[in-house]
Nanobody, 127 residues
């Protein structure tokens, strides 16, 4: 019933930009935090950025602060991740995800707190 469809990945040179989109279907989108995660080959999935229901609260890992911006459009039921000044170490498969709880709280960083996931989109940054 719940479907998250991602788009926007690709190959980019270091210093370039990409904008990822995550369109949601079958869910009351505005009632849930949304998060972005990434997984590089041989590594565990890691939290990248999150945003609260209204967009008033955001969270980022230190390595992307000042470079990445999470946003959402509740009317369009879509979440976004704008990625600027990309580095080779940003190379990974990126996933959007929905917080399993409608409780008003800071966007959680743990994968176990999310119950639905996008299909993943590859981001490759060359040096």
């Amino acid at each position: 019933q719940v479907q998250l469809v991602e788009s926007g990945g690709g190959l980019v040179q270091a210093g370039g930009s990409l904008r990822l989109s995550c369109a949601a279907n079958g869910v009351a989108f505005s009632l849930y935090n949304m998060g972005w995660f990434r997984q590089a080959p041989g590594k565990e999935r890691e939290f990248v950025a999150g945003m609260s229901r209204s967009g008033a609260s955001t969270a980022y890992i230190d390595s992307v602060k000042g470079r990445f911006t999470i946003s959402r459009d509740n009317a369009k039921k879509t979440a976004y991740l704008q990625m600027n000044s990309l580095k080779p170490e940003d190379t990974a498969v990126y996933y959007c995800a929905k917080d399993r709880s409608p409780v008003i709280r800071p966007p959680p960083r743990e994968t176990r707190e999310y119950d639905y996931w996008g299909q993943g989109t590859q981001v490759t940054v060359s040096s």
